[in-house]
């Protein structure tokens, strides 16, 4: 930790970006809070995330949760001041007086250490979702644990329950044992610990805090939405902190990682596993809902939802690592969900194995900063993305792959995919990037390839029912059509779709899917640099730079192609400069602004930490 430096003022939001919140290889940098703008809003690069399991919370630099769902991720907010800093509601906790803040995660765990150094003292907040002894809590559970480390410092704890999108107004309810805040069906309690006084007001809970060297401290809040609640002791909630220490670092020690860049590698697996739904074994996209990925607003999404693509990726960075449970619910839910379901499978699911709603919902809130507009629902459901089919197989296969087997339900289920895919290739659908206007994405014909030559493969090792000629000859077709339809000669590159002459990242995946790693994909990354570059980072297909940031998936996969077209040396460049692209805590966003680095888009994102996982696991793995 720095020496203390005199306090600084709030920054203008221009100014915010500091070094503070860049990743140092997880070590902790000790520096004034100044990216809360004057109407309450953090700068996104401020966030770390907690989880249980179930649901994320999301903590800024000075001490406040801007966003918790009570009970589940999916859930209303009930602590939404991240999309409505006036009503949303939060819980914080922080220093009286001018401080200065660092911050990091307990080793090997999602536990959040803040440090807070005012001018008379030094105070530390450690903040979990607390886990129980064999799992999740049937409640959820936050312990906000206070430690005096030196001099005193005087604190504040509010929580503060907001309106659930404008929808419900809290309420304090008193009971035989205490007073309970409500909210929409949720109960929700705070329990203390050596506090100097409580303020109970009519829709909050204010608590008071001093530190000495050595006090120990707490602000707990337990909750259940519409069944009765358990009311732990504030030291049984305490000691719950250290279980949840011990479980993090119980499955941090079954992770397996022995490559470069082990403690973003390791920081990414831990974002990751906060982000599976454990009642399901589903991975969210993100743990939030309309986060903007332009600062001119209307492109915001809520990413709250399992997407087939995501489940795919996160297998192979699961099975590298060594991870079993984790990898077996994730196909088991996906396999279980396709069968309930439609007759293709769905581009998203709901973490719980549902259909998602068709009819998004605009939300009466303002958004982050004023950014609208808050929608709630995702509209992707029903669209086609053929890109779907490659994985779906891609996911199989690694399981496969990995020593394990198929049941014959799912070999059944896996043959019709299969017949599908021969047919509809030919279709125009919505891309991998969830466009409405319907063309011939060069990309989404490579899933249904990449589809194809996956059954072939389980075909071949009998773990999938029927022929495989008509695969094999449709997957053959794919590849003419691609090379006659895909591939432009003048440009040098595959085109976005035929008669182009834009560009398409998302091709870069089909380096790593096995499609090409040979003159045209290395040629083509050269294309794609120029047209869709900014710095180490790119633009998702040509023309979308005026909309919208970088978008942080693409500049690691740009690394794991270069490792397979042969060029490791660039790759290996690449991925080390990316690493200025985390914030502090190792956290990534959708997108990031390339002038400013500012944060864009819903967070933590699951697919920029995947690939940060992968392209890790691609550079390695081709070193050996």
């Avoid at 500012?598 to 930490?609: D, E, R, T, W």
Wanted: some cysteine.
């Amino acid at each position: 930790m720095t020496t203390m430096d005199t306090y600084a003022a709030p920054l203008p939001p221009a100014q915010v970006g500091t070094t503070s919140l860049h990743w140092r290889g997880g070590e902790p940098v000790e520096a004034a809070f100044d990216e809360r703008d004057a109407d309450g809003y953090a700068d996104l690069r401020s966030y770390a995330t907690i989880g249980d399991g179930r649901t994320i919370g999301l903590v800024a630099r000075d001490g406040r949760i801007d966003w918790l769902p009570i009970p589940d991720l999916s859930s209303a907010a009930a602590f939404g001041a991240l999309l409505d800093a006036g009503r949303g509601g939060y819980v914080s906790l922080s220093p009286t007086t001018p401080f200065r803040v660092s911050r990091r995660y307990h080793e090997g765990t999602n536990v959040l250490e803040t440090t807070f150094t005012t001018a008379t003292g030094v105070a530390r907040v450690t903040d979990s979702l607390n886990t129980g002894v064999a799992g999740r809590l049937p409640w959820a559970e936050l312990g906000r644990r206070i430690d005096g480390i030196a001099g005193e410092v005087e604190l504040r704890g509010a929580v503060v329950p907001g309106t659930c999108f404008n929808t419900a107004s809290p309420w304090v309810h008193s009971t035989a044992h205490g007073q309970v805040l409500r909210l929409d069906g949720l109960t929700l309690a705070v329990r203390t610990l050596n506090d100097e006084r409580v303020e109970m007001g009519e829709r909050d809970v204010v608590v008071h805090y001093r530190t000495a060297e050595g006090s120990r401290h707490l602000l707990g809040l337990v909750g259940t939405e519409r069944e009765a609640l358990y009311l732990p002791r504030p030291e049984e909630i305490d000691t719950g902190i250290d279980r949840t220490v011990a479980n993090w670092q119980t499955w941090s020690d079954t992770f397996a990682w022995d490559g470069p860049w082990s403690e973003a590698v390791e920081r990414s697996a831990l974002m990751l596993k906060q982000l599976i739904y454990a009642p399901t074994g589903a991975l969210a996209a993100a743990a939030t809902v309309a986060l903007p990925e332009s600062l001119a607003g209307g492109k915001n999404w809520d990413y709250r939802f399992a997407w087939i693509r995501d489940v795919a990726y996160s297998l192979t960075a699961l099975f590298r690592f060594g991870v079993r449970e984790e990898t077996h619910a994730a196909i088991s839910w996906l396999l279980a969900t396709m069968r309930r379901h439609a007759d293709e499978p769905q581009v998203l699911y709901t973490l719980s194995g549902t259909l998602a709603a068709d009819d998004p919902k605009d939300q009466d809130v303002p958004g982050w900063r004023g950014i609208g507009p808050v929608v709630t629902g995702n509209g992707a459901r029903d669209q086609l993305q053929l890109g779907v089919f490659g994985d779906v197989f891609s996911i199989v296969a690694l399981y496969v792959d990995n020593g394990n087997v198929l049941d014959d339900e799912t070999g059944r289920l896996l043959t019709a995919l299969a017949d599908r895919a021969c047919d509809r290739w030919r279709s125009p659908d919505a891309g991998m990037w969830e466009l409405h206007e319907p063309r011939h994405y060069v990309t989404s014909k490579l899933g249904c390839w990449q589809a194809l030559s996956q059954a072939v493969h389980l075909a071949e090792i009998g773990q999938v029912p029927g022929s495989a000629d008509r695969w094999r000859g449709e997957a053959a077709a794919i590849r003419a059509w691609v090379d006659e339809h895909g591939w432009s000669e003048e440009l040098g590159a595959y085109v976005w779709y035929p008669g182009s002459d834009q560009v398409d990242a998302s091709i870069l995946l089909h380096a790593i899917s096995g499609f090409d790693r040979g003159e045209k994909m290395s040629r083509t990354i050269d294309v794609l640099r120029r047209e869709l570059g900014s710095g180490p980072h790119l633009y998702r297909y040509s023309g979308v730079a005026t909309e919208e940031g970088v978008f942080l998936a693409c500049s690691y996969w740009m690394v794991s192609a270069l490792q397979l077209v042969g060029r490791g040396e660039e790759a290996r460049a690449l991925m080390d400069e990316l690493m200025a692209a985390p914030n502090d805590v190792g956290l990534l966003a959708e997108m990031i602004d390339p002038d400013s680095g500012a944060f864009l888009g819903n967070l933590p994102q699951a697919l920029s930490h995947l690939a940060l996982l992968n392209a890790a696991i691609s550079v390695h793995t081709d070193d050996r």
